[in-house]
């Protein structure tokens, strides 16, 4: 199975999932815009509406859509509009891209339940998009692993 997330940088979203047992592979790249096979510096500029992306193979006997979820959501900040930390722009806004009518309608309801958590914890709303899966394009091999490549 498959599954999308944009949390801000990418490098840290994709370790965090890479590491987690029944997730087969991982993949860093750009999703939800509009220009085709942009490049890092193409999505930089914040015009092409591309978020930061970490596409996911997983095993659902081992580890539940859900589950992933709910990494995702600890992971970042959903309450912060276009921004993660020291990262600005469009392409750093947190997003699910469901793949199918079941994620969709898991995520949005996840989502309505964990906005009381995060108005305690962060004093605001989660404005997490929740979008149908556009094509994915990978990110240039560097940024693949980048973490683990980096030793950091």
Known sequence: MKATFGAGCFWHVEEV??????VK??????CGGIKKNPTYEDVCTDT???AESVDIDYDPQEISYEELLKIFWNNHNPTTLNR????VGTQYRSVVFFHTPEQENVALEMKK??????????NAEIITEIKPAQ???RAEEY???YLEKSNL
């Open 17 to 22: 999932f890479r590491k987690t047992k029944g």
């Open 25 to 30: 592979s991982t993949q860093v790249g750009y």
């Open 48 to 50: 092409t509406g591309h």
């Open 84 to 87: 993660q930390g020291p990262d």
């Open 113 to 122: 339940n964990l906005n009381p958590v995060a108005k305690e914890k962060f």
């Open 135 to 137: 094509e994915f394009h």
């Open 143 to 145: 940024h693949q692993q």
